[in-house]
């Protein structure tokens, strides 16, 4: 079982779960994206704490708080901060965080909430903001992929329930 089948509260066995494992190439892919957005081999200057708890804030952006626990749970293992907890929480930040970690938390802000939103304009704000354009593409792939899952995990918590 991955993630995706505990959230979505699919069962071993269950006609789902087979349909599912008819794709192996898109359970795995799925399992290693998430790996590779959270836990990349070169962070680019975005460490696996801080995109743990970007994924957990925009998981309850989505309204996903048990996909949200998840991401929190990785920030503990990485020792997150208070910084970190507060970007989490989707509360806020505290006064005294840096440019660099206020344009990580808007963008990942305005993508989740209203991608169309979402301009030149913007991804220049992350440049101004001191983000490389492997950081900005990175942050990208952050954001597409957690929104990819919480959606993942909603169509099949429909399809379990038709099921």
Same mark, same amino acid.
């Given at each position: 079982m991955d993630q995706i089948d505990i959230l979505s509260g699919i069962k071993p066995g269950s006609e789902l779960y087979r349909i599912r494992r008819?794709?192996?190439d898109y359970v795995e892919g799925t399992e290693l994206c998430?790996?590779?957005? %959270? $836990?990349?081999?070169?962070?680019?200057? &975005?460490?696996h704490a801080m995109r743990a708890a970007l994924a957990a804030r925009m998981a309850r952006l989505i309204g996903?708080? #048990? %996909?949200?626990?998840?991401? #929190?749970?990785?920030? $503990? $293992?990485? !020792?997150? #901060? $208070?910084? %970190?907890?507060? &970007?989490?929480?989707?509360? !806020?930040l505290p006064a005294d965080a840096d440019i660099?970690?206020?344009?990580?938390?808007?963008?990942? #802000?305005l993508v989740t909430k209203t991608p169309r939103n979402n301009t030149r304009a913007d991804i220049e704000r992350l440049e101004a903001a001191g983000l490389s354009n492997p950081q900005i593409i990175a942050l990208s792939e952050l954001i597409a992929f957690v929104n990819f899952e919480a959606r993942v995990i909603v169509a099949l918590e429909a399809l379990e329930l038709v099921a």
């Open positions: 008819k794709r192996p998430r790996q590779t957005v %959270l $836990e990349p081999g070169h962070g680019f200057g &975005i460490g996903r708080n #048990d %996909l949200a626990r998840t991401y #929190d749970l990785m920030v $503990e $293992e990485a !020792g997150g #901060d $208070e910084t %970190l907890a507060a &970007i989490a929480s989707a509360a !806020g660099f970690t206020q344009a990580l938390v808007r963008h990942a #802000d």
